[in-house]
């Protein structure tokens, strides 16, 4: 079946700094999602990819899609406090498929 | 309702019993999911409606599991002789169509002693 993985597993940063996530999928993806889920919260919806080599931003958020529609990247530039979650990607269509995500720790 | 909401917010049960868990979605949201999640681990898809019926039951674990939506709204997941396995937190969530973004409750935690 469809599997998708995401690196790192988890990454602890300066505040101000950069970090980027990565997700691949052992198949193509028809569409790609990223989620936020705050320690102890739920997931929430942050932004849907659809287009091969699509590249969407969201204030200091930007996301990428790879051209085969197998990968997808979100990067923060610049973290904040307010930026420390795991974040996932899925795939899929109506039945998603959720990477490990990978946890963002900040050192204010 | 504001968001999905999904009751109870934790349950405690004893090996072998049943449980029934309960989601209320964003009124209007025609699909529904149930996720169960697994510390440090990423949202398992177990099922989804398509109005009433389940349009893909392939993640439900085994037989044991059950999930209806008699009325195209509320949806609860049942779990028949419960399994120490079976801990976990189970999400729902709910969206407009089928391609849209996922609302996600804020899960129920079980916990199997």
């Known amino acids: 079946g469809q599997q998708v993985m995401q690196i790192p597993q988890y990454q602890h940063v300066q505040e101000g700094e950069d970090f980027t996530t990565y997700c691949n999928s052992s198949?193509?993806?028809?569409?790609i999602q990223w989620y936020k889920q705050r320690p102890g919260g739920h997931p929430v919806f942050l932004i849907q990819?659809?287009?091969?080599?699509e590249v969407k931003k969201q204030k200091r958020l930007t996301f990428q899609f790879g051209e085969a529609k197998k990968n997808s990247s979100l990067h923060i530039t610049a973290t904040q406090t307010t930026d420390v979650g795991t974040y996932f990607c899925?795939?899929?269509?109506?039945?998603?498929?959720f990477g490990q995500g990978t946890r963002l720790t900040i050192n204010p | 309702g504001a968001g999905v909401s999904q009751t109870p917010s934790n349950k405690v049960t004893e090996k072998g019993k049943y449980v029934e868990l309960r989601c209320d979605p964003i009124?209007?949201?025609?699909?529904l999911y149930w996720y169960r999640q697994s510390l440090g681990q990423g949202p398992e898809f177990l099922i989804y409606?398509?109005?009433?019926?389940?349009?893909?039951d392939s993640g439900l674990p085994n037989d044991r599991f059950f999930a209806v939506r008699p009325e195209g709204s509320v949806s609860t997941l049942k779990i028949q002789r419960t399994e120490r396995g079976d801990s976990a937190v189970y999400l729902c969530?709910?969206?407009?169509?089928?391609?849209?973004?996922?609302?996600f409750g804020p899960g129920t935690r079980l916990t199997v002693l």
């Open positions: 899925a795939g899929g269509a109506q039945k998603l498929v």
């Open positions: 009124s209007g949201h025609t699909a």
């Open positions: 409606f398509q109005g009433t019926g389940a349009a893909d």
């Open positions: 990819l659809v287009k091969s080599g």
């Open positions: 969530a709910s969206s407009l169509g089928t391609r849209n973004e996922q609302f």
């Open positions: 198949t193509t993806l028809s569409n």
